[in-house]
T-cell receptor, first 115, second 115 residues
Framework: EAQVTQNPRYLITVTGKKLTVTCSQN?????MSWYRQDPGLGLRQIYY???????DKGDVPEGYKVSRKEKRNFPLILESPSPNQTSLYFC??????????????FGPGTRLTVL | QKEVEQDPGPLSVPEGAIVSLNCTYS??????FMWYRQYSRKGPELLMY????GNKEDGRFTAQVDKSSKYISLFIRDSQPSDSATYLC???????????????FGSGTRLQVQP
């Protein structure tokens, strides 16, 4: 089954404790992205990656890091989480070439709470 | 003022009703318009995609874009309880083969279809 998986699905942590949210896709997509979803603000892009070893900032990159060492994986790293990073996080992927219709395939989400 | 405004709802309708969901936007450069559907505890999935102005129909769903008014709509005919979800509008000024494929999302309208 074609899918984007994220782990963990739920995470409660404390301020300053480094964490990683993993993302993996099995569709051989070149493009991957991380979003956060907050009430009243919609989805906002954190980082994106066009391919292996190619990453760049989205709209709200502060406090986050990413890496893309393999095509299928795109982990999101919070080196020193703060309460304002409490949010619902989504990983997404899409094809890089051909006609792009705005379709991005989203993972199931990771709900992060930083105390 | 947000670039994309969307009434959060909830919108509650009886089964079989025609549903109208709307977004307004301020950026006249937007020319690609999408509707995503998000079920509870799931990631968004693309429902409809429209380029520039006009209508597009897919089964019970019709997407409408009025660029002169900066207004887009999604109509659902013969609504079903399975249509109960949050509907997110999304738009972009360009789709790049390379680049971050920025989508600007509305905050979503929660729809409840009562049996």
């Amino acid at each position: 089954e074609a899918q984007v998986t994220q782990n963990p699905r739920y995470l409660i942590t404390v301020t300053g404790k480094k964490l990683t949210v993993t993302c993996s896709q099995n569709m051989n997509h070149e493009y991957m992205s991380w979003y956060r979803q907050d009430p009243g603000l919609g989805l906002r892009q954190i980082y994106y990656s066009m391919n292996v070893e190619v990453t760049d900032k989205g709209d709200v990159p502060e406090g986050y890091k990413v890496s893309r060492k393999e095509k299928r994986n795109f982990p999101l790293i919070l080196e020193s989480p703060s309460p304002n990073q409490t949010s619902l996080y989504f990983c997404a992927s899409s094809l890089s070439l051909g006609v792009y219709t705005g379709e991005q395939f989203f993972g199931p989400g990771t709900r992060l709470t930083v105390l | 003022q947000k670039e994309v405004e969307q009434d959060p709802g909830p919108l509650s309708v009886p089964e079989g009703a025609i549903v109208s969901l709307n977004c307004t936007y301020s950026n006249s450069a937007f020319q690609y318009f999408m509707w995503y559907r998000q079920y509870s505890r799931k990631g968004p999935e693309l429902l409809m995609y429209t380029y520039s102005s006009g209508n597009k129909e897919d089964g019970r769903f019709t997407a409408q874009v009025d660029k002169s008014s900066k207004y887009i709509s999604l109509f659902i005919r013969d609504s079903q309880p399975s249509d109960s979800a949050t509907y997110l509008c999304a738009m972009s000024d360009k789709f790049e083969d390379t680049g971050r494929r920025a989508l600007t999302f509305g905050s979503g309208t929660r729809l409840q279809v009562q049996p």
